[in-house]
């Protein structure tokens, strides 16, 4: 959850209309995407579990969406999923897999399928409470994607087709979030060194199952979310929180770092939104935002207390919001946060972006 950036390449600021004329056909063969993590990647898994209340299929979610219309995503309108898939070809992210599932419609998920489930984490007891769906699952349901498009497919087509697709990850703020909520008395390296094993784990049973492109996102500072700030008097960041997140990144880039090395044909994406959402934060101007510190749909101190419901309070410039809810981005945020993923810099996105990662 709250996952938030900004759009700025190698010291240069784009204009809203530059970042809108960035979403275009890209002019390399179209792959496949298959999209893991939590909320901030979720298109509608969720609606899809009836034993879980972590769902964001009603309104006021979805009212910039076309029609208004509540999808499951945790946002006004599309997220950060839908426009990196929309930079790479498609027409926003691929459906959930539990839709597809349901609906019949197999041969569709071999164009790509989002497993994203709002609440999961690296770890499998993150969100297990919740019932939601863990990373793990998320990888066992592909493994079953990847044995039908074999079926149908072959077996060097299959491999041929997943080395060219990306896998995009965006997952691990719900750990840490679970690790303060819980007031674990783990040593803070432990724990952070536990969410880096089991994000060993989860790329390598991936790379197993045939991925070649990973495109990571690692946490950004969720201290700041509004949702969080609230524990603060002032209403600034709950820093401690940051703190972890920034040993997250670096622990996170040293992992792949490795990785790479370790696993032959790897090759990788990893964008730093600690580093890119801290700046939207410090510098709302540059970018049109107004409001940086709280939610743009919720009741309560920075509209924070309670989450998005028909019941209430709705910004009507959502725009100038960085966050929709209580954790999440608006539309807008999102969108911007793709095209900084996908074009950005290596101040922002290591050792190569997303649309360099795609077009390998």
Not at 181 to 199: G, H, K, W
Not at 286 to 307: H, I, Q
Not at 331 to 359: C, R
């Amino acid at each position: 959850m709250c996952l938030v950036f900004f759009y700025l390449l190698v010291g240069t600021f784009f204009t809203v209309s530059q970042v809108s004329s960035a979403i275009i056909t890209v002019n390399f063969t179209t792959p496949a995407i298959f999209i893991f993590g939590d909320s901030t990647a979720d298109v509608g898994t969720n609606s899809f579990l009836p034993k879980t209340k972590i769902r964001a299929n009603f309104p006021y979610n979805g009212i910039d969406f076309p029609n208004s219309r509540p999808t499951g995503r945790f946002s006004n309108g599309f997220n950060s999923a839908d426009y990196l898939s929309k930079l790479m070809g498609q027409k926003r992210s691929p459906q959930p897999y539990l839709f597809l599932l349901k609906a019949g419609l197999r041969k569709r998920m071999f164009r790509g399928v989002n497993f994203a489930s709002g609440a999961s984490g690296l770890l499998d007891v993150t969100g297990k409470h919740l019932n939601v769906v863990s990373m793990s699952e998320q990888i066992k349901q592909f493994k079953t994607v990847r044995g039908n498009l074999t079926l149908v497919k072959g077996r060097g087509a299959t491999k041929n087709i997943l080395a060219t697709s990306v896998f995009a990850i965006s997952v691990g703020s719900n750990d840490i979030f679970g690790y303060f909520e819980n007031r674990s008395t783990v040593d803070p390296t432990i724990f952070i060194a536990s969410l880096m094993t089991a994000y060993e784990c989860h790329i390598e049973s991936l790379y197993n199952l045939g991925a070649r492109k990973f495109g990571i996102i690692s946490v950004p500072p969720i201290g700041c979310c509004p949702s969080q700030r609230i524990f603060n008097v002032t209403g600034g960041c709950f820093e401690i929180e940051n703190t972890f997140a920034r040993a997250f990144h670096s622990s996170l880039d040293a992992l792949l770092k490795k990785l790479s090395c370790k696993l032959s044909g790897m090759k990788y994406s990893l964008g730093n939104s600690y580093e890119m959402t801290i700046n939207v934060i410090n510098f709302p101007q540059l970018f049109n935002f107004t409001y940086v510190d709280r939610a743009c749909c919720g009741e309560g101190w920075l509209n924070a207390e309670k989450p998005c419901t028909p019941k209430a309070n709705l910004c009507s410039s959502r725009n100038n919001y960085l966050f929709w809810d209580l954790f999440h981005p608006t539309q807008y945020a999102s969108k911007l946060a793709a095209v900084t993923l996908y074009n950005g810099g290596p101040q922002f996105v290591t050792p190569i972006n997303f649309a360099q990662l795609a077009a390998y």
